[in-house]
């Protein structure tokens, strides 16, 4: 189980596509990730409303991943008909 997940500056500079699932709810998208600019594609599966609500537009963690083109959250545990996108 991954506990902490750092990303520095100038880190990944050809990932344009992430997929990330299944994640505990006191995991965090590292903040460095608003440095991978080339990441075009988010993807997040079977988390909780509250890890997904974070990163929603306007959550305390959008800033984060404001720069992903496409961004979809889905599969919440809480309610698994509920999904979040942006393109």
Not at 20 to 32: A, K, L, W, Y
Not at 40 to 66: A, D, N
Not at 70 to 85: G, K, R
Request: hydrophobic share 35%; glycine share 6%; charged share 30%.
């Amino acid at each position: 189980e991954l506990k902490e997940w750092r990303v520095e500056k100038r880190a990944m500079p050809s990932l344009s596509r992430m997929h990330i699932e299944r994640c505990s709810p006191s995991f965090t998208v590292p903040d460095g990730l608003r440095y991978v600019t080339n990441l075009k594609e988010l993807t997040i599966k079977g988390v909780t409303r509250g890890f997904g609500s974070r990163l929603e537009e306007g959550g305390e963690e959008f800033y984060k991943i404001q720069h992903v083109n496409s961004v979809l959250i889905t599969d919440f545990f809480a309610s698994p008909s509920l999904e979040y996108w942006r393109t």
